[in-house]
Each structure stands twice: as C-alpha cells, then as structure tokens.
C-alpha cells in the first residue's frame, strides 16, 4: 500500500459541520471515500491509501481538480483505493462532493 | 493429361487416385484422416486450414498436426485466425514453415516465439478482406481443410449459421483445382439446404466430436461499468444523433455493448428510434437484443453467428439474413465489404492511441494481427454513393475547401487508463518495438490515425475531422486524455480553445449530468434479462449464465 | 419493461440493501465506518482495508417495529468474515439479546471465513454463529436474506442454516464448500465449476426453495425482499424445542435418503414431480412459486 495525505486549498461546504458520508466499496478497480468534517474552513484535508505504487502525482492531479470543481473547503476525505483508475476515482470524488452541495 | 495448359488439372487427377482407396463414395472414416490427408497433400502445398475467429476445423487441425513430418513438410499455411493449439501445433512439428494470416489473438504469444526462433516464416499479417482477395491472386490454396454442420451422400454440404469464411476458401480452391475436403458434425440423407455444392467438394469426414465454436461476441451485461455507460451516453448524444448514423458496424468490446443496451432507454428518451442504427454490418450480438425488440433495428447482416441466438434469428427474419429453412445466413467476405462500402461509421475499443490518433491492439511478445476492423475502420476511398452521414464528416474534414468526397465516421472510444493503470494514450505505440523485434516492414497499426474521425474517452469527445494542422490534432487527442501522462501534458491554453470550437466537447458540453450514468440505464443488466427480452429465444452458452 | 425498473438487490451494495429493506430514513447504523475499525490482518499483510471492514450493522424499523440489521459487502474481499467483521455481527446478536428487537435481519453476501485472517477468522465466525443461536434461544427469531453475487458459502453458509428462515433469490446460492473448491478437491467429473448453469440448479435459491432450505424464494428487486422480510416478520416466532428440531431432523434425513442419487437441480424437481425441470431456470419467481405451492416444501430448520 501507498500512504499519503494532502492538504488543498477549496471554497467552503455549507455543510461541513454535519459531513458525515460514505461512497464506494473497496473492490478490485474500486475505492471507497470517507468524508468528515476537516480541520480547516477553507481547505480539504485528503489521506489517501493505495495498492497502486507510483502514481502519487496522477492521485495529486485528480484530487486538486475534484477540490477545485466542488466545494471541499472544511472536509476531510479518507480513501481506501484497491487500484481504481482516476475515471473512477473522479466519479466517486463527484458523488461523495455533489451529495454534500445538493443538501446545502 | 499431361498438356502443357492443364498441368492443375493433372495434379488434381494423381491426388484424387491416392485419395480414392481411403473413401466411400465421398466419405473419408475418421480413423483413416491421417492417410487420407497424406494422400491429397504434397510437400510444399498451399494449404489453407479453416480457422475462422469463431468456427474452427478443429478435427483436421488437429489431424493435420499429426501427419508425419516425413510425409508432409514445408507447407505454407494460409488461414485467417490461428485459434487452437494445433494450429501452432503444425509449424513446431515441422509440418509447415510458411504462414500468412489476418488474425491469431489466442495463440499471439506462440506465434511470436516461433518466429523469434525462425522457425516459422510469416509472409505478412492481412485484413480479412486482403486475405481473401490474395486466394484469388497469389496465394491461393492448393488443398483446403474446412468445417461444414453436414454433408450428404453425394458431398452437398451444409454450413448452419456460422458461413464465416468457408465460400470464399472453397470458391479459390475448388476453380483452381485445388481439393476440399470438409469436416462434418452429421451425414444427412437431406441437407436443410445446400450452401456448398457437391461439384466444389471432394470428401468429407464426420468429425467424432462438433466442431468448436467460440461464443466470441457475448458480453455479459453484469460487467458493464458505469464509466462505460457514461461513454456510451456521450457517444449516441454527441456523435449518433449530431450525425445521424444509420448504417454501422460495432466492435466487439463492452464500450460498444453498452452502446447497443443504451438504445432502447437513454436513445430512446432522446427521440432517436428511426433516426439511428437501423442498419448493422454485425454478428448477431446477444447485448443487440433489446434493440432489435424495441424496433430500432431494421436489418442486420453478419459475418458468423454467435452461440446460443439460432432461435432468436431464426424467429427475427425481417431483421437478420435466413434461408429457406429458417436458419441463419452468414458471410464474412460480404460482411466485410458491407462495413467497409456500405456503413458510415465503425465504433470500437483499442488498447493504444498515439498523438496522432493510430490506434494498435499489438502489445510486446505478441503477435496478434488485425482481424476485421481495420476493414471495418478505415474510409474507403472507392466509395461513390451518398448519405447524410458520409456528407457531413466530409464536409468537416474539407472545412473551407469544397469537398469532393464524404468520410466514413471512424470512431475510437476507449477510458484513458485500461485496467492496472495502464493509460490508452502513449507517445509512442508497442506497435513499432514489435517491429523491430519482429522484422516486420511496418508498424502493426490497427486503425491508421489519418481514418480516424473521432475519439471519445471519459473526459470528452475528440472530432479530429474539425483539426486544421498536426498540432491541432495533436491537442486534441491530448485534451481528452484525462490524467495520462499524455493528457497531463496538454497544452491547457489551446485545449481550451479547441473546445470553444467544438472540436472537443465535454460531457457538459453536449448536455449529459454524468450523474445520470448509472447501470440503471442498461436496457439488459444481465445475461438473464437479455434471455428474457428475447422472449426465451436466446439460449445462452452455460458459461455466461448464473441460473 | 417494468421488470428492468427493478432495484436489482444483486448489484445494490450493503448499505443500499439496508435502505431499501428497512423503513425510510429509520437506520441507524452502528460501530459505522467514521469508527475506522479496520482489519488490523490486512494492514498486516500490506492489503487494502475497508473503514467498515466489509459488513454493515445498525438499528432499523420495519412497518415501525424495531429490527437489527447486518449486511454484509460482498465486493470487499467476498464478503469474507474477519476478526472485526465477525465481531460486529456477533455484537449485533448480543445486542438483540438486551434490546429484544421483532428480529435480526441478516443480508447475507459471503464466501466464509476470511482465509487471510486464518484462525482469528475462524474463531469470530464461530463466535458469531453462538451468538445467533443465543439470540434465537432467547425467542429473538433471525432471518436471511441471500441474493448477492457471493451467496452463502464456508461458514456463512452455516450460519444462513442457523437462521429460523432465508429469503432467498435464484442468483442467490447456498452451501457449505464453493463450487470451485468441491471441483478442485473431487475433481471435475464430480462438479464442474465452469458450469454456471449447473452451479445454479445445485446452489441456487429455486433449488434451495423447492428442498425448503429456503422459506421464501423472490426475484432479484430489493422490494421483492423487503415484502418478504415483512411477511416473516408477521408470522409467529417459530418453535424452538426438541420437538421440533427432531421433526428438522427426521425431514433432513429422509431428503437425504430420497435424493441420494441426485446429481443435478434438475434430477430432484424431477423427483418432487414437477412437470418440466428444463423451464424452471428461466421461470419468474411467481410462476415458480405457483408451480412449488402444491408440493409445499418443508421449511426444514
């Protein structure tokens, strides 16, 4: 496994206090998403755990676009990754984050 | 005998003597096959062995590999797919030493070994459509091996529904004084009907075991995933309906399953029955059901069967090509010409596309060969008649020229990463270290990047007909990379302008909630609900089914 | 077209099973994936871990009467029992011992023991089936549901026979050793793993139904299996004296008798008297249901 954590900058979640989600089963080619309330207001704290070795910086590239086109800013986001391809993983960042912003 | 103008004719005389001890009328028994296909056979025969990539002679295969090498050497094989081990089996016994072929996915890594141990000379890898057009050139079979469902008495044969490649073999063959000789499941007194006549044949053999056919075309509904739909969306909205495709060939991936399950629901909601996919160039595929049901389709025709659909064709006559006795009627030299004349688009799946669109299923340690979609997908530039599809692409790729020619619609659809994160988009394709390692003239290139019109992938779809210069193509096929090292490397700038001009378009772009791409839009999600949608017909292979 | 509408209980995960299974909104769930109590085996062994370690357990209510609810992930590692795993369920029981809830329902979705866990594996799948039976003997009853693509198999397969009644669909399979472990060790001749047609008429639910394995056979729709929850949840709690287990007994022994030379689903609905064993595969589960009703298979255990 691969262990990491990021923090990256992101306009708030209305509903960051109350985050408490899961999205995604850790299957072959799956993931799953962990998101609880962050640490800061207006940044997304991210740990991820990969079986995939080497792609730390495609993980990077990912997940600063997915903070970027939602709102991250006060969450926390936990990953198990069992060698998801970034499709998958964009998917899964979409639904954990639009769930969040259709609520607020 | 013996003029100067029918030597062929002579030496087809001396080895139906030697034959004639080992049959009964024309009947060859199964335990004298070895002695029958020494006696019809001389060394250093063309001898085409039929190996289609479903149905497979798979007795004679097996007993040609058995011959003695003593007897029979030196053989030039010429067939399209090597499928089974026998097939390999001939060159390491030291039956033959020449090869030419379309296709041989199964036994890719055989063949490659051999040919890096020299023991196997291979004249060159063809399309389907080559291949045949050479058995009437140059390289046309002295002796040929084929499968037939049954023979009668008199060597009528009878072919079922998988036709495949066996007219055109026999028809080079037998007018040129080659021997046929066919396996058979069955000796009927009475054929259902006669699709090869006794007059091309010479002896048949009722093979002790059916001949092997491969249910090559069946995707499982259960593993379509939901990147794979969302494709599929973008596909018929952005590419189907903008172009209105009516005429069209499917690969045989799970991208273009998803496509033909996605029909009857999201096209359908989109108003596009009638206006798309009505007529096919495709064997018969089991995930087409639900369309054909839906009355999207209007005709099929199909270059093999598929395992398993005999009673769903049979009982879809307007739709599929029959007999007179109700069964299935197939052609692979015909289907091919129909999808390479007669279809404006070809959509299919490939494992690697450079920056400049060529696309290749040929990886390291493997020689696989091409099969039919470079038929399939390329644009053929004898085609004369017009369709609103045709006349759009070409319109496209003239941009301010007058265009003199339409373009036949050649789409890839691939994810940017295979599975174990091995990405679609490459600077360089495997294709070209196997031809060094392999000595080959050219680069096995699938589908030449100058055929391709489109690619869609996850992140967008890329209209190359609408790029001015390499460097625009170059960015576009970069821009829908997604995080490969390829597409990280975009130029962000250009990227962004090719999408103001439509050259690329994103999900968004053409309307499509990628929240909407859920399994729930398959119109079978699984091999149960596509028994069920053909009302009981389809009797799929015991493989595929979990009940 | 209704029926490709459904809400296929074969591709929904655990917790969508539980959401559809249970009243809207009454789930709550417990020692949740916020906890992180992973498996500390797969970290061992440098293998991915899952932050509810692959099984879902909660309070619910069902027509507003109190349930516990355990489901478990078959995609993660097929469903296979681990030490947190195991615990969780068996947690589940005891709890139904002090909260006495109208029944444990237990979705289940597993191969077994989770083999990379070896004996702490072992030992929270034993401790959990003790646990279910303490619930049972306290009058609490528990009922499976068996649908997923990992059936009910090892242990779970145990298990799912220690319940007082399985729900169960066609794609759902029940028994003790895996098609491909039974091949690999009997041989091919014996059972042929690849024949998924002949894995189904052995295993699967229309089989498990017609030997009264199961009490309830549904198509594949998580509706389907919620209404069944909800008619055995309105049954009385069965009997669980000797009396009754004798008559399980005696039932299981004189099958065992009538079918021993059964090699295939189709030889025993050809025993039971059914008219075409053939058709029974592709059969919707109402019109199997309606074929069994004059056979009324027992509901043995």
New interface residues.
């Given amino acids: 496994?691969e262990r990491f954590t990021l923090s990256l900058p992101s306009t708030p979640c209305a509903r960051a206090d109350a985050a408490?989600a899961?999205c995604g089963?850790?299957?072959s080619?799956?993931l799953?998403i962990?998101v609880?309330r962050g640490s800061m207001a207006d940044r997304c704290d991210i740990e991820v755990?990969?079986?995939?070795h080497g792609?730390r910086d495609?993980w990077e590239?990912?997940l600063a676009d997915a903070v970027a086109r939602h709102a991250a800013g006060g969450l926390a986001l936990?990953i198990?990754?069992?060698?998801a391809?970034?499709?998958?993983v964009?998917?899964r960042l979409?639904?954990a984050l639009?769930a969040l912003e259709d609520r607020a | 005998m013996g003029a100067p103008w029918n030597q062929r004719a002579a030496r087809r005389a001396r080895r139906l003597e030697r034959l004639a001890p080992l049959t009964r009328g024309r009947e060859i028994a199964a335990a004298d096959i070895i002695a029958a296909l020494e006696a019809a056979i001389e060394p250093g025969d063309r001898v085409c062995l039929e190996g289609n990539n479903q149905k497979q002679a798979d007795f004679l295969a097996e007993s040609l590999a058995d011959c003695s090498p003593e007897r029979l050497h030196d053989l030039h094989m010429v067939q399209s797919v090597l499928a089974l081990p026998a097939h390999i089996d001939v060159f390491e016994r030291g039956i033959a030493n020449r090869l030419d072929f379309s296709f041989s996915g199964p036994q890719a890594n055989r063949l490659a070994r051999l040919v890096e141990e020299r023991r196997i000379a291979i004249g060159a890898i063809h399309t389907y459509l080559e291949l045949f057009g050479r058995y009437f050139v140059d390289l046309t079979p002295d002796v040929c091996l084929i499968a037939a469902q049954a023979a009668d008495a008199d060597g009528n044969l009878y072919l079922g529904p998988n036709t495949e490649d066996t007219p055109a073999i026999v028809e080079a063959t037998a007018f040129r004084h080659g021997i046929v000789i066919a396996q058979v499941n069955e000796r009927l007194e009475r054929l259902p009907r006669v699709d090869i006549p006794a007059d091309w044949t010479d002896a048949f053999v009722v093979a002790p075991r059916p001949n092997y056919i491969e249910p090559l075309f069946t995707r499982d509904p259960a593993q379509i995933t939901e990147i794979q739909v969302l494709m599929a969306m973008m596909a018929i909205k952005g590419i189907y309906a903008e172009y209105g495709v009516q005429r069209l060939n499917h690969g045989i991936g799970f991208d273009t399953a998803a496509i033909e399950l996605l029909l009857p629901t999201y096209a359908e909601s989109l108003g596009l029955r009638g206006k798309i996919c009505s007529h096919w160039a495709l064997n018969p595929h089991p995930t087409l059901i639900p369309a054909i049901e839906a009355g999207f389709v209007e005709s099929v025709h199909s270059f093999g069967s598929e395992v398993g659909m005999e009673n769903y064709v049979a009982a879809r006559s307007d739709v599929f090509f029959t007999g007179r006795d109700g069964s299935m009627r197939s052609n692979r030299a015909f289907c091919q010409t129909a999808g390479l004349y007669a279809c404006d688009m070809f959509i299919g799946s490939t494992l690697q596309i450079d920056l400049a669109g060529n696309s290749s299923t040929a990886t390291l340690g493997r020689i696989a060969g091409f099969g039919g979609a470079p038929n399939m997908g390329s644009d053929a530039r004898g085609r004369r008649h017009a369709s609103p599809a045709w006349l759009r692409a070409g319109r496209e790729r003239a941009g301010d020229a007058i265009a003199t020619r339409g373009q036949k619609l050649v789409v890839q659809t691939v994810e940017t990463f295979r599975e174990h994160m091995a990405p679609a988009f490459v600077d360089r394709l495997d294709a070209w270290q196997l031809m060094e390692d392999m000595g080959m003239d050219l680069p096995p290139i699938m589908i030449h990047g100058d055929d391709v019109t489109h690619i869609v992938t996850e992140e967008g779809i890329a209209n190359l007909l609408l790029c001015r210069s390499a460097a625009e193509r170059e960015q576009a096929i970069r821009g829908v990379a997604g995080y490969t090292p390829v597409g990280r490397a975009r130029d962000a700038r250009m990227v962004e302008n090719l999408r103001d001009r439509g050259v690329i378009r994103r999900p968004e772009d053409i309307g499509i909630d990628k929240r909407g791409a859920t399994r729930d839009l398959l119109a079978a999600r699984s091999i149960k609900d596509l028994v069920r949608a053909s009302g009981g017909l389809y009797d799929p292979p015991r493989r595929f089914r979990n009940w | 077209m209704s029926r490709l509408h459904r809400h296929s209980w074969f591709e929904a995960d655990a917790r969508a099973r539980i959401a559809g299974l249970v009243d809207a909104g009454s789930f709550r769930e417990l020692c949740g994936p916020h906890e992180r109590l992973t498996s500390p085996h797969l970290a061992v062994l440098d293998l991915p871990v899952a932050f509810d370690d692959g099984v879902v357990v909660g309070e619910a209510t069902l027509d507003g009467r109190p349930v516990l609810v355990g489901a478990q992930q078959g995609e993660f590692n097929g469903g296979a029992v681990g030490e947190i795993h195991g615990a969780k369920l068996r947690g589940l029981f005891e709890r139904a011992r002090r909260t006495r809830p109208a029944a444990v329902l237990l979705a289940i979705d597993s191969g077994g023991v989770r083999l990379h866990e070896a004996n702490a594996g072992l030992i929270a799948i034993s401790e959990l089936m003790r646990a279910l039976l303490a619930a049972r003997a306290e009058g609490i009853p528990v009922y499976g549901l068996i649908g997923g693509s990992c059936g009910a198999f090892g242990g779970m397969g145990i298990v799912a026979r220690l319940c007082d009644a399985l729900v169960m669909s066609e794609e759902g399979r029940l028994g003790l050793s895996g098609p491909e472990v039974i091949e690999t060790v009997k041989g091919v001749d014996e059972f042929d793993s690849k024949d998924r047609a002949l894995v189904w008429r052995v295993t699967g639910g229309k089989l498990r139904r017609s030997l009264g394995d199961a009490a309830l056979l549904v198509d594949d729709d998580v509706a389907a299996f919620r209404d069944a929850a909800r008619t055995l949840l309105a049954r009385p709690v069965p009997a669980r004296d000797l009396a009754a287990l004798a008559a399980d007994q005696q039932a299981l022994t004189q099958r065992a008798a009538r079918h021993a030379d059964a090699r295939d689903g189709l030889d025993i609905w050809r025993a039971l008297g059914l008219p075409d064993p053939a058709v029974i595969p592709m059969l919707d589960a109402a019109d199997f249901n309606r074929l069994l009703a004059p056979l009324s298979p027992t509901e043995a255990a």
């Fill in positions: 496994m408490a899961l089963v850790v299957s080619g799956n799953e962990l609880d755990n990969t079986s995939a792609f495609t590239a990912v936990a198990n990754d069992a060698g391809t970034p499709a998958v964009s998917l979409d639904q639009e």
